[in-house]
Nanobody, 118 residues
Framework: QVQLVESGGGLVQPGGSLRLSCAAS????????MGWYRQAPGKERELVAAITEGGSTNYADSVKGRFTISRGNAKNTVYLQMNSLKPEDTAVYYCNARTGVGVYRYNWGQGTQVTVSS
């Protein structure tokens, strides 16, 4: 089991920046990828960015060039630097950790609210 705790959400004006953090605990040796998803009201949860244990990254087209995902030195922490925020980035952001080989298990944090508004 992997437990995830997110932090760093809040209210920011359009054009501003926020940095989300996610700390994993428990069976962290089994994590092979971590990522950030978001869910806006009335919409499905969508992938924002992901990073594998090898360091490969993947971004949603809507955030490319504005968001950056990275890992901490301990590899059980992942960050999402969000720049040039837009009102349409408003959502609950969830941290995700993928574990397993062949058959994956996806572990979720409790989510952190990001609101972009003037």
């Amino acid at each position: 089991q992997v437990q995830l705790v997110e932090s760093g959400g809040g209210l920011v004006q359009p054009g501003g920046s926020l940095r989300l953090s996610c700390a994993a605990s428990g069976s962290i040796f089994s994590i092979n990828a971590m990522g950030w998803y978001r869910q806006a009201p009335g919409k499905e949860r969508e992938l924002v960015a992901a990073i594998t244990e090898g360091g490969s990254t993947n971004y949603a087209d809507s955030v490319k060039g504005r968001f950056t995902i990275s890992r901490g030195n301990a590899k059980n922490t992942v960050y999402l630097q969000m720049n040039s925020l837009k009102p349409e980035d408003t959502a609950v952001y969830y941290c995700n950790a993928r574990t397993g080989v062949g058959v994956y298990r996806y572990n979720w944090g409790q989510g952190t609210q990001v609101t972009v508004s003037s």
